[in-house]
T-cell receptor
Framework: KQEVTQIPAALSVPEGENLVLNCSFT??????LQWFRQDPGKGLTSLLL?????REQTSGRLNASLDKSSGRSTLYIAASQPGDSATYLC???????????FGQGTTLQVKP | EPEVTQTPSHQVTQMGQEVILRCVPI?????FYWYRQILGQKVEFLVS????????KSEIFDDQFSVERPDGSNFTLKIRSTKLEDSAMYFC????????????FGQGTRLTVV
């Protein structure tokens, strides 16, 4: 059974720092992996989608990498800003069905 | 930018009552999903829907739950005889042409069963 784990559960950094959020999954047979942002009490905003054949994806200050064989993905946030404060979720798509399996998230606080 | 829309944003219901949560997926999407998130827990898959039928459902999605696409735009989740433990945030999501494309989520409906 696929399990997704995110470390750390919470992270607090000063503004301007570069940071890395980690996501691991137990079964390397995935179709793709998606990173989301969730603000308190709100929905999920898609940040990046990485297909299983890709190693990384970039969008602005965000870079996500995927190492399928080791069951890991990282989300790199450059030059963090207070507006980046949110919970970041990773989700794996085990097959071409769209059913996503989520990690528990990393709650990020960026202090001014 | 196209978005998934959910209504209502918050619903309070008495235990044992039926509720219907509504979603309008992105217009050209073909794959539809419901997820839920109990406070402080992971987002959990409930059901996927394609070509007017359920394609997959989780153990959570028992006879208490049903989904429907009554017209070309709406996608609904019905919960019969609600229980206290049904209190959660319910998210609708849609995907485009394939189940392996990017998932777009709505803002959620917070269901509170009292």
């Amino acid at each position: 059974k696929q399990e997704v784990t995110q470390i750390p559960a919470a992270l607090s950094v000063p503004e301007g720092e570069n940071l890395v959020l980690n996501c691991s999954f137990t079964d390397s047979a995935i179709y793709n992996l998606q990173w989301f942002r969730q603000d308190p009490g709100k929905g999920l905003t898609s940040l990046l989608l990485i297909q299983s054949s890709q190693r990384e994806q970039t969008s602005g200050r965000l870079n996500a990498s995927l190492d399928k064989s080791s069951g890991r993905s990282t989300l790199y946030i450059a030059a963090s800003q207070p507006g980046d404060s949110a919970t970041y979720l990773c989700a794996v798509n085990p097959a071409n069905t769209g059913k996503l399996i989520f990690g528990q998230g990393t709650t990020l606080q960026v202090k001014p | 930018e196209p978005e998934v829309t959910q209504t209502p944003s918050h619903q309070v219901t008495q235990m044992g009552q039926e509720v219907i949560l509504r979603c309008v997926p992105i217009s050209n999407h073909l794959y539809f999903y419901w997820y839920r998130q109990i406070l402080g827990q992971k987002v959990e898959f409930l059901v996927s829907f394609y070509n007017n039928e359920i394609s997959e459902k989780s153990e959570i999605f028992d006879d208490q739950f049903s989904v429907e696409r009554p017209d070309g735009s709406n996608f609904t989740l019905k919960i019969r005889s609600t229980k206290l433990e049904d209190s959660a945030m319910y998210f609708c999501a849609s995907m485009g042409e394939g189940g392996g494309t990017e998932a777009f989520f709505g803002q959620g409906t917070r269901l509170t069963v009292v």
